[in-house]
């Protein structure tokens, strides 16, 4: 089964620094249908104003994947971690047991970005910090593991899940086609350009719930770039 989203349908919340969208139930935003899927409880699109972002605050036991759509972000934590992390690329927090992080956009524009959380299959872990560079040329036509908790996606970051979040450009009628093990699902969304999964049309920035379904081909209608996420 292949279920749409439509990105005017998410939750959303607005202030004078920050526009989101969420794709499951999170903060305020309350929708019993939508309350994730799988260990993925949160699928956050936002966009963070020059010289603002989010004061230090506190994460437990979750593996929070942050993926630069446009512009950049600043992390720094109370591990004395800090990286400035560019539009294409990843970081990775393992909350573990515990830590106190903020994130500010410090560039000259506004940046964009999606938030993902994934429960991990471990807890009280130590909480660490990585990012890495993913350029986009190395992920045309293929899609390639970002961060990755399965066994042989060892050029992925690490996370504490059987999980996988993987990154693909397409040009304008490219193909991809992904194979789902026996009882596994994804969601999948397209950062950019109208796609269609399976023949079932989309929109940038939808969200795609994806089950029962042994394989999926995921086809560029224009010029796209999709993020899926491989689920237990």
Not at 136 to 159: C, F, M, N, Q, T
């Amino acid at each position: 089964m292949i279920e749409i989203r439509p990105f005017e349908t998410l939750g959303r919340f607005e202030n004078d620094w920050l526009s989101a969208r969420y794709h499951f139930s999170f903060a305020g935003y309350h929708d019993p249908a939508r309350r994730g899927v799988g260990p993925l409880l949160v699928w956050n699109d936002d966009r963070i104003q020059p010289g603002t972002g989010f004061d230090r605050h506190g994460h437990r036991d979750m593996e929070i994947i942050t993926y630069i759509r446009r512009g950049a972000i600043t992390h720094e934590d109370h591990l004395g971690n800090r990286g400035r992390t560019e539009a294409g690329d990843v970081q990775v927090m393992s909350a573990g047991k515990g830590i106190q992080h903020a994130e500010f956009n410090r560039e000259d524009e506004a940046t964009e970005l999606f938030q993902i959380w994934i429960e991990p299959n471990r807890r009280d872990l130590e909480p660490r910090w990585e990012q890495r560079r993913f350029p986009k040329a190395e992920r045309g036509g293929a899609l390639v593991p970002l961060a990755s908790g399965r066994a042989g996606d060892d050029d992925a970051l690490p996370i504490h899940q059987d999980a996988a979040i993987l990154g693909a450009t397409l040009t304008a009628g490219q193909t991809v086609t992904h194979l789902l093990g026996a009882g596994r699902r994804a969601y999948l969304i397209s950062a950019r350009g109208r796609i269609a999964v399976n023949g079932t049309p989309a929109g940038a920035r939808d969200g795609i719930v994806i089950t029962g379904e042994p394989e999926i081909t995921i086809a560029a209608v224009e010029e796209s770039e999709i993020l899926l996420a491989d689920l237990p």
